[in-house]
């Protein structure tokens, strides 16, 4: 069974901190997604990866960045943390031979919240 | 701009009468439209794909293009439905466009 791993379920940061986020994948996915899930406004994609070293913005993408150096593992960066910024992030990936219009395999979710 | 509006924020039925949750869409190419459900501390996972055309734990699903419609059906609802369920759009074959998500409540 495809497992995506985040590596935190909670975390809390002060306003202005750097803050990783960090998704692992053990199924050799090609694509990987950054989701934040806010109660009334649904998923929002936040950036996406087809492969290594490769990214491209989503919806939301302003106050983030992501490193793809390795196939597996997908990081989400908080440059300097906002209190806008405390939501539900999730991790998702999928794999080219099975688009992502047919399954998206999601992580726990790390709930962030930012002081 | 592509789009997904799910109109209901809460849903709350008793168990055994119908459920239908409202997946609405704007897309001007073929869409391919999806359910997603989260259940109370799991991950969120997909239910059903309109391309399978497919019954899953009693639900289903069918797109109506006219309407732009993708509804969420089940005639009996059960508690164990109880859920954050999720209408997503595919654009392109590598992302998905979720709506704003309903809480189904399936009281006993």
């Known amino acids: 069974d495809v497992k995506v791993t985040q590596s935190s379920r909670y975390l809390v940061k002060r306003t202005g901190e750097k803050v990783f986020l960090e998704c692992v994948q053990d199924?050799?996915?090609?694509?990987m997604f950054w989701y934040r899930q806010d109660p009334g406004l649904g998923l929002r994609l936040i950036y996406f990866s087809y492969d290594v070293k490769m990214k491209e913005k989503g919806d939301i993408p302003e106050g983030y960045s992501v490193s793809r150096e390795k196939k597996e593992r997908f990081s989400l960066i908080l440059e300097s943390a906002s209190t806008n910024q405390t939501s539900m992030y999730l991790c998702?990936?999928?794999?080219?031979?099975?688009?992502?219009?047919?399954?998206?395999?999601f992580g726990s979710g790390t709930q962030l919240s930012v002081l | 701009a592509q789009r997904v509006t799910q109109p209901e924020k809460l849903l709350s039925v008793f168990k055994g009468a119908p459920v239908e949750l409202k997946c609405n869409y704007s897309y001007s190419g073929s869409p391919e439209l999806f359910w997603y459900v989260q259940y109370s501390r799991q991950r969120l996972q997909l239910l059903l794909r309109h391309i399978s055309r497919e019954s899953i734990k009693g639900f289903t699903a069918d797109l109506n293009k006219g309407e732009t419609s993708f509804h969420l059906k089940k005639p009996f609802a059960q508690e164990e439905d109880s859920a954050m369920y999720y209408c997503?759009?595919?654009?392109?074959?590598?992302?998905?466009?979720f709506g704003t998500g309903t809480r189904l409540q399936v009281f006993p």
């Open positions: 998702a990936s999928s794999s080219r031979n099975r688009p992502t219009n047919e399954k998206l395999f």
């Open positions: 997503a759009l595919s654009i392109y074959t590598d992302k998905l466009i």
């Open positions: 199924m050799d996915h090609e694509n």
